[in-house]
Nanobody
Framework: QVQLVESGGGSVQSGGSLRLSCGVS????????LAWFRQRSGKEREGVAA???????SYADSVKGRFTLSRDNVKNTLYLQMNSLKPEDTAMYYC?????????????????WGQGTQVTVSS
């Protein structure tokens, strides 16, 4: 069982930046994928970005050019740098782990989840 702990959420104004962190309890193995999802109030959980064990990344169209993934393998931490934040980015953000994930931004492909961290962007 992989344990995930998110941090870094908060409240910012539109145009601001935040960096989310996801601490992972295990080392990366081939076939692992770590991803960020978000769930806005009254909406279904949606994929934001995913990071494969080979370093490949996937981003939702809504965040391309604004959000950037990175990973520190020494600290076993995945980061999501979020720039040019918009009010519509307001959501609970979750880190997730999956193995041999085919559809990188599909939440049903992931079976380990963190508790989430809230991001609020005001206009």
């Amino acid at each position: 069982q992989v344990q995930l702990v998110e941090s870094g959420g908060g409240s910012v104004q539109s145009g601001g930046s935040l960096r989310l962190s996801c601490g992972v309890s295990t080392n990366t193995r081939r076939g692992d994928t770590l991803a960020w999802f978000r769930q806005r109030s009254g909406k279904e959980r949606e994929g934001v970005a995913a990071y494969d064990s080979d370093g490949a990344t996937s981003y939702a169209d809504s965040v391309k050019g604004r959000f950037t993934l990175s990973r520190d393998n020494v600290k076993n931490t995945l980061y999501l740098q979020m720039n040019s934040l918009k009010p519509e980015d307001t959501a609970m953000y979750y880190c997730a782990h999956g193995y041999l994930v085919a559809s990188k931004l599909d939440p049903f492909e992931y079976n380990n989840w963190g508790q989430g961290t809230q991001v609020t962007v005001s206009s």
